[in-house]
């Protein structure tokens, strides 16, 4: 296995890191932006408007998790498949293509923003569909940018070794590009446009990218904790089969909404409920066999067998924050009976920062600190003071914007949906109660942390060296 740095795979993986690690920042100023504005509706009113501070901010959400795991896999794949990647070259042409295309629609959308309603405007500057508006131009040299790394990932494994995860993110990688076709065309009826629309927002999240992060919670358990291989790629593939169809039913609770039959509900709302499962139980199937062999034995335990503290504190993380944020405020709030009252409020709102949080960004911040490591050439990293604070501050910081917009939500409904019947009259005065504005103020205190947080992170990540965290 070529496990050192020495590959070009490993250094294209560091570049995609450094630049999602930048949208990172650039998605936590651009919340806390939109945060300050639903507060002071005033603040930069007529230069940067609350709507174009909230499509960067989701869209840089996105596109950061996409470049940390195209350079996971990068990373992974020299150690997967014993060769360096197929086509290397053109994997970092790929990378400077999408980082120019990413450059140049993020300056558009915060200098331009809008444009008229014709054909120029859709390949130009925004084909207005919330949450995916790169324009046209954009659309097409992602596809091209995914092809490349689609062919250096089939190359390599082709003529490379073929392990457990290999297979599965091959699978994978084929449902995440094809599901993204769905977006690139538009029907007049606005149902069915709604319908494949949402194949994209939500169905890479809820099949293709959980599946994504179990390999790679895969990958990361065995380098930094020895676990054995046969066992992870068991839950694996427990996971794909799981995931692959609940992730495509439990999307169903999207269709309330939108004129499908109504055996929907319960579909969407039963199936969204399982997705968790197999990832949280690969972690504690690990962890439990690690305890046996190592903690009782050894008596010291992580000392003895831990090579990355850091990651695995953010594997932990990934676990409870997966089942919080994907399962339990997920599926606490898309029951048929509450979504009902709950939809469009401040609770999916409260479910989408826990979500993304604890489901994707724990796991590819992980992943941030093995580049390191690799990059570095550590032997054993341990938690230093940054990294201590940057877990706990990131974490306390996303749980508590989850619990200040679930506060948020829980005045939206009492008084907008069962008080006043969902009427405008309603809409506007569940806004201006005292439960809805102090969430809302908390939502920004706590945005506050999270970036304080990431401060610490970066910090950390720079200054990390071999002598500082080399086990003496």
Same mark, same amino acid.
């Given at each position: 296995?070529?496990?050192?740095?020495?590959?070009?795979?490993?250094?294209?993986?560091?570049?995609?890191?450094?630049?999602?690690?930048?949208?990172?920042?650039?998605?936590?100023?651009?919340?806390?932006?939109?945060?300050?504005?639903?507060?002071?509706?005033?603040?930069?009113?007529?230069?940067?408007?609350?709507?174009?501070?909230?499509?960067?901010?989701?869209?840089?959400?996105?596109?950061?998790?996409?470049?940390?795991?195209?350079?996971?896999?990068?990373?992974?794949?020299?150690?997967?498949?014993?060769?360096?990647?197929?086509?290397?070259?053109?994997?970092?042409?790929?990378?400077?293509?999408?980082?120019?295309?990413?450059?140049?629609?993020?300056?558009?959308?915060?200098?331009?923003?809008?444009?008229?309603?014709?054909?120029?405007?859709?390949?130009?500057?925004?084909?207005?569909?919330?949450?995916?508006?790169?324009?046209?131009?954009?659309?097409?040299?992602?596809?091209?940018?995914?092809?490349?790394?689609?062919?250096?990932?089939?190359?390599?494994?082709?003529?490379?070794?073929?392990?457990?995860?290999?297979?599965?993110?091959?699978?994978?990688?084929?449902?995440?590009?094809?599901?993204?076709?769905?977006?690139?065309?538009?029907?007049?009826?606005?149902?069915?446009?709604?319908?494949?629309?949402?194949?994209?927002?939500?169905?890479?999240?809820?099949?293709?990218?959980?599946?994504?992060?179990?390999?790679?919670?895969?990958?990361?358990?065995?380098?930094?904790?020895?676990?054995?291989?046969?066992?992870?790629?068991?839950?694996?593939?427990?996971?794909?089969?799981?995931?692959?169809?609940?992730?495509?039913?439990?999307?169903?609770?999207?269709?309330?909404?939108?004129?499908?039959?109504?055996?929907?509900?319960?579909?969407?709302?039963?199936?969204?409920?399982?997705?968790?499962?197999?990832?949280?139980?690969?972690?504690?199937?690990?962890?439990?066999?690690?305890?046996?062999?190592?903690?009782?034995?050894?008596?010291?335990?992580?000392?003895?067998?831990? #090579?990355?503290?850091?990651? @695995? /504190?953010?594997?932990? *993380?990934?676990? $409870?924050?997966?089942? &919080? !944020?994907?399962?339990?405020?997920?599926?606490?709030?898309?029951?048929?009976?509450?979504?009902?009252?709950?939809?469009?409020?401040?609770?999916?709102?409260?479910?989408?920062?826990?979500?993304?949080?604890?489901?994707?960004?724990?796991?590819?911040?992980?992943?941030?600190?093995?580049?390191?490591?690799?990059?570095?050439?550590?032997?054993?990293?341990?938690?230093?003071?940054?990294?201590?604070?940057?877990?706990?501050?990131?974490?306390?910081?996303?749980?508590?914007?989850?619990?200040?917009?679930?506060?948020?939500?829980?005045?939206?409904?009492?008084?907008?949906?069962?008080?006043?019947?969902? #009427?405008?009259?309603?809409? @506007? /005065?569940?806004?201006? *109660?005292?439960? $809805?504005?102090?969430? &809302? !103020?908390?939502?920004?205190?706590?945005?506050?942390?999270?970036?304080?947080?990431?401060?610490?992170?970066?910090?950390?990540?720079?200054?990390?060296?071999?002598?500082?965290?080399?086990?003496?």
């Amino acid at each position: 296995m070529l496990s050192n740095f020495k590959t070009e795979s490993k250094k294209l993986a560091i570049h995609y890191f450094v630049v999602a690690v930048i949208l990172f920042g650039a998605q936590l100023v651009m919340g806390l932006i939109a945060a300050y504005q639903f507060l002071n509706p005033d603040f930069l009113y007529g230069l940067f408007d609350f709507s174009t501070a909230r499509m960067v901010h989701i869209n840089a959400l996105v596109v950061w998790m996409l470049y940390a795991m195209i350079g996971s896999v990068y990373f992974l794949l020299p150690d997967e498949t014993g060769i360096e990647t197929v086509g290397i070259g053109l994997g970092k042409l790929g990378f400077w293509v999408l980082t120019l295309a990413v450059t140049i629609v993020v300056g558009v959308y915060i200098l331009v923003q809008v444009g008229p309603a014709d054909d120029m405007t859709i390949w130009l500057i925004n084909e207005g569909r919330e949450y995916i508006e790169a324009p046209r131009w954009a659309d097409l040299g992602i596809v091209v940018v995914v092809l490349i790394f689609v062919f250096n990932v089939y190359a390599t494994a082709i003529k490379g070794e073929r392990t457990g995860i290999m297979t599965v993110l091959m699978a994978d990688l084929i449902a995440l590009a094809g599901i993204y076709l769905a977006g690139m065309f538009f029907t007049q009826n606005i149902s069915i446009d709604q319908f494949w629309w949402w194949w994209v927002i939500h169905l890479w999240v809820e099949a293709t990218w959980e599946v994504f992060v179990g390999s790679l919670m895969a990958y990361a358990l065995i380098h930094t904790l020895g676990a054995k291989r046969q066992v992870v790629e068991m839950w694996l593939w427990i996971e794909v089969a799981m995931l692959f169809g609940s992730g495509i039913l439990g999307l169903g609770h999207h269709y309330f909404w939108i004129g499908t039959p109504e055996y929907w509900w319960e579909i969407g709302a039963l199936f969204s409920s399982l997705e968790p499962i197999p990832l949280v139980a690969m972690f504690v199937h690990v962890v439990y066999d690690w305890g046996k062999e190592h903690g009782v034995r050894e008596g010291e335990g992580l000392k003895k067998v831990m #090579t990355n503290s850091p990651a @695995f /504190a953010w594997l932990v *993380t990934n676990a $409870f924050g997966n089942f &919080l !944020g994907a399962g339990v405020w997920g599926f606490f709030h898309t029951l048929p009976q509450i979504n009902l009252y709950t939809h469009g409020t401040q609770f999916t709102s409260a479910h989408g920062h826990l979500a993304f949080f604890g489901a994707f960004a724990t796991i590819l911040i992980g992943m941030f600190y093995m580049g390191v490591q690799k990059k570095n050439n550590i032997k054993e990293m341990r938690m230093t003071f940054a990294s201590k604070m940057a877990i706990v501050l990131l974490s306390v910081g996303v749980l508590g914007m989850t619990a200040a917009l679930t506060i948020s939500g829980y005045g939206q409904v009492m008084v907008e949906r069962a008080q006043m019947g969902a #009427t405008w009259d309603g809409y @506007f /005065a569940a806004q201006n *109660t005292v439960w $809805f504005i102090q969430g &809302l !103020g908390w939502r920004f205190v706590m945005g506050l942390v999270t970036i304080t947080g990431f401060a610490f992170l970066v910090y950390d990540l720079l200054t990390t060296s071999k002598s500082e965290r080399h086990e003496r």
